[in-house]
C-alpha cells in the first residue's frame, strides 16, 4: 500500500511539474492573452491525465472510435506538453545566455582595451629608448666639440629629458588604467561565475568543440524526450497498481463470504 501512495505521489508530482512548465510555456507564447491561455492548456493537462486513466478503466466498455480519439488526443496532447516544456525551458536560457553574452562582451571588450593600452606602453617605451640612445651619443660628443657647437646639443637633450619625463608619467598612468582594467575582468568573471545555469553546458560545448546553443537544445529535447512520456506511463501504472490492490480486496471479500 505505502508503494502505491508513493506511485501515485511521483506520477502526479510528475504530471504536474511537466504540466506547469508546459502551461507556462504555451502561455508566454500567446502573451496576448496569457491567462485564458493558462486556463485552456491547464485544462487540456487536465483532460490528458483523466483520459489515459479512463482507457486503461474502461478500455473494454468503450466503443472503437472513442478509444482511437482518446488515443489520438492524449498522443497529440503529449507533444502540446513537450513544446510547451520545450518553450518554457528555452525563453528560461535565452535569458541566461543573454546575460552571459552581455558580460562576455565586456569582457572581451576590456580585454581589447588592455591590449590597446599595452601596445601603447610599448610604443612609449621604444621612444624613451631611442631618446636615451641619443642622449648618450650626444653626450659622447660633446667632450669633442666647442661650447657654440654644443649649446644646441644641451638644448636638445634637456627637450629629450623633458619629453622622457612626460613619456614616463603617461605610461605610469596607462600602468594605473591597465591594474583598473584587470579588476573589471575579475569582477566580469565573477559575474559569469554566478550564471551557473549554462556553466556545464558551456564546458561540454567546448569539449566536443560544438555551439553552446546546440548542446542546450540538444539537452531539452532529451529532457522533454522523458518528461512527459513518463508521467503518462506513471499515471497508467498507478491505475494498474490501484486497479489491482482493489480487485485483490474484492476477491478476499468473497473468499470470506
Do not use: H
Amino acid at each position: 500500500m505505502l508503494f502505491i501512495l508513493l506511485l501515485g505521489f511521483s506520477a502526479f508530482l510528475v504530471a504536474g511539474s511537466a504540466a506547469y512548465f508546459s502551461v507556462l510555456g504555451i502561455a508566454t507564447l500567446f502573451a496576448g492573452s496569457y491567462y485564458q491561455t493558462m486556463i485552456m492548456a491547464g485544462s487540456l493537462e487536465l483532460g490528458k491525465i483523466v483520459a489515459t486513466s479512463f482507457l486503461y478503466r474502461y478500455w473494454k466498455k468503450t466503443t472503437w472510435w472513442l478509444r482511437v480519439y482518446l488515443i489520438i488526443a492524449v498522443l497529440t496532447l503529449m507533444g502540446i506538453t513537450s513544446l510547451g516544456i520545450f518553450g518554457f525551458l528555452s525563453a528560461a536560457y535565452q535569458t541566461t545566455a543573454l546575460q552571459l553574452g552581455q558580460v562576455e562582451s565586456q569582457i572581451t571588450l576590456v580585454e581589447e582595451q588592455k591590449t590597446n593600452i599595452k601596445s601603447e606602453i610599448d610604443q612609449i617605451n621604444a621612444r624613451i629608448t631611442t631618446l636615451n640612445e641619443a642622449r648618450k651619443s650626444q653626450e659622447a660628443r660633446l667632450p669633442s666639440m666647442s661650447r657654440r657647437s654644443a649649446a644646441p646639443v644641451y638644448e636638445d637633450m634637456a627637450r629629450a629629458a623633458e619629453e622622457i619625463k612626460t613619456l614616463t608619467t603617461r605610461i605610469q598612468e596607462l600602468q594605473t588604467i591597465q591594474l583598473e582594467k584587470d579588476n573589471q575582468i575579475i569582477a566580469l568573471s565573477g559575474e559569469v561565475a554566478k550564471v551557473k545555469d549554462v556553466g556545464t553546458f558551456k564546458f561540454v560545448a567546448e569539449q566536443v568543440n560544438k555551439p553552446l546553443d546546440t548542446i542546450v537544445v540538444l539537452f531539452i529535447c532529451v529532457l522533454i524526450f522523458v518528461f512527459d512520456p513518463l508521467a503518462v506511463a506513471l499515471i497508467l501504472a498507478f491505475n494498474i497498481a490501484t486497479r489491482g490492490s482493489v480487485l485483490k480486496e474484492d476477491s478476499f471479500d468473497i473468499k470470506k463470504k
